[in-house]
């Protein structure tokens, strides 16, 4: 019973949220679109971080996406839309690559060289003038859809759409006994058969496809990106923010706080312009310091306080 | 065939030789005590048979087939279980997924079969309540757990580390009971490491004792204990 009422949430949800454009001009719109992309990126860090890898290399991925459909259009003729697959598909492979490398660290070092390597890409981008232009970035002969504000917020929507129901195939499927275990215990999970190198290099995969599809939409939809834009470390550091907020390790925590996070900078950039910065800052400490679930985390605390059924295994011996 | 061989296996750390030259089998149905005083290299046996642990010498078969450096989750797969003298619960999934994890990977099975199975083994070993936190287990459910854990990867060969130690008689005694009814029936073979005596005495069919990294002794219980290395191993020079 239970079970249907939540699927009828979410469809009903989603089909208010592809209505948007019915009720929404064209500015709300576009902030819909920027806060679809800083959730979708969220979700995407918190697939990973289920394994208990701390990856700062988002905007590495989103801005290699962001370039590889750019250049793909510009430079081979490619169809927009076949861009964006092969962006994915571009991200996927060099996370494949990396990951051979990358993925034998551990905590800390595994986050350093991430963050190194958004840093390389960038870099790379800067320095290859005559292929991407290099510190002017590159413009695109023509923003997809014409540029039409419904069909952009679509577009976006259904990166976000593909984000979520990956992140929930990640929560119902064997991928979350197998990263939570590695999370937790890998000389459990090796005892148990977990193959951790390999399911670590998938997700490390998938995410990064996620965050280059995600780049590659953005850049469909602007025109244009440089090096800094595409590379901006706030495609980092919010999705981060997002997720503490809401609450890692599930799909609902990083959405709750992208919405939250995405409204309320919003809101601030217009009363203290640049201070929004500030603001993320205090919310992420005391975040970390009082509810280190976060929302999600806290609302599920206060839910079993109040009702301790509704658990489904062993429910009936409870 | 014997279901596990190792022949020469040596474990170095830099100076130290933990586990030194040891050669072994352990027979289909069979449950061996693997005994000696602390640091002798009896967990250190099991790491590297298990794959936590790769030899700095020496090989491993099973079945037949050499393992001496396969990946442990290879092993799992192959057929070689364990439980960890130092617990190892997975925090943030619950009971019954943690036994269930073990037929996911090892034995590719769907999680509604893992799910079923696993509810199976938790059964057999009077494990309820399959649905709380890891965190709200007493020491002997978290012990049940892990054993039920080891089991639904469908082992042939399964290794025991201490899993009684910290255990009333009472408990002991229905841990024992039940590795006796799952060794034969399902004909695998179980390796034990205990301190209690009376525990390998009763359980097992034969025993091997290591000192300092060394196998010293093999037989059944009532021969090696009355073995003046063993005696002298355990108690000293004083005896």
Not at chain 1, 186 to 215: K, N, P
């Amino acid at each position: 019973m239970k079970f249907k009422s939540s699927y009828l949430a979410v469809a009903i949800l989603s089909a208010v949220v592809i209505a948007f454009p019915a009720f929404l001009g064209a500015y709300p719109l576009n902030v819909a679109r920027s806060i679809m992309t800083y959730m979708a990126l969220a979700i995407s860090w918190d697939m990973l971080l289920r394994s208990g890898q701390i990856s700062f290399g988002i905007a590495g991925l989103f801005g290699l996406g962001s370039y590889a459909s750019a250049l793909a259009v510009l430079r081979g003729g490619m169809d927009p839309f076949v861009s964006m697959i092969f962006a994915a598909l571009l991200a996927g492979l060099v996370a494949f690559a990396l990951g051979f490398a990358i993925l034998r660290l551990r905590g800390m070092y595994f986050s350093i060289t991430t963050l190194a390597l958004m840093e390389i890409f960038r870099i790379i981008m800067q320095n290859l003038h005559d292929f991407s232009g290099g510190p002017e970035g590159v413009v695109i002969p023509a923003v997809i859809f014409n540029g039409s504000s419904t069909a952009l917020y679509w577009l976006c929507l259904a990166g976000l759409f593909i984000t979520i129901g990956v992140s929930w195939y990640f929560e119902k499927s064997k991928m979350h006994l197998a990263l939570t275990a590695i999370r937790n215990d890998e000389t459990s999970a090796r005892s148990s058969g977990v193959d951790i190198f390999r399911y670590l290099l998938f997700a490390f995969v998938i995410t990064s496809m996620l965050q280059g599809m995600m780049g590659a939409i953005q850049i469909q939809s602007y025109g244009f990106t440089t090096p800094d834009t595409a590379f901006d470390a706030n495609f980092t550091l919010l999705p981060l923010a997002m997720a503490l907020l809401g609450g890692i390790h599930s799909t609902m925590g990083p959405m709750a706080g992208a919405v939250l996070l995405g409204i309320a900078s919003e809101w601030l950039k217009l009363k203290i312009p640049y201070g929004h910065l500030v603001v993320y800052g205090i919310i992420i400490i005391v975040v970390i310091l009082f509810m280190p679930q976060g929302l999600v985390g806290l609302a599920r605390r206060l839910m079993r306080g109040s009702d301790t059924k509704g658990r489904k295994a062993g429910a009936t011996h409870e | 065939m014997s279901k596990l061989v190792t022949t020469g296996l040596t474990k170095a750390f830099s100076g130290l030789v933990a586990v030194n030259n040891v050669s072994f089998a352990m027979e289909e149905g069979e449950i061996l005590g693997i005994i000696g005083p602390n640091g002798a290299g009896k967990t250190t046996f099991i790491h590297l048979v298990s794959g936590i642990l790769m030899p700095t010498s020496g090989r491993i078969e099973f079945k037949g087939k050499d393992i001496t450096y396969a990946p442990a989750h290879v092993r799992s797969r192959l057929g070689i279980a364990r439980t960890y003298q130092l617990i190892h619960p997975l925090e943030n999934l619950k009971v019954i997924e943690n036994v269930m994890i073990g037929s996911v990977f090892s034995r590719d099975k769907s999680l509604k079969e893992a799910r079923l199975s696993a509810e199976a083994i938790c059964a057999e070993l009077g494990l309820e309540r399959l649905g709380r936190d890891t965190t709200q287990l007493s020491i002997l459910e978290i012990k049940k757990m892990e054993i039920a854990r080891a089991l639904a990867n469908e082992p042939e060969v399964l290794f025991l580390d201490e899993v009684m130690a910290g255990l009333n008689s009472d408990e002991t005694r229905q841990i024992i009971a039940t590795v006796q009814r799952i060794a034969r029936e399902r004909h695998m073979a179980v390796g034990v490491v205990e301190h209690v005596m009376g525990v390998i005495r009763e359980l097992t069919q034969r025993v091997i004792v290591l000192e300092a990294g060394e196998l010293i002794a093999e037989g059944p219980y009532e021969t090696v204990s009355k073995n003046p290395r063993v005696i002298e191993a355990y108690l000293g020079g004083a005896a």
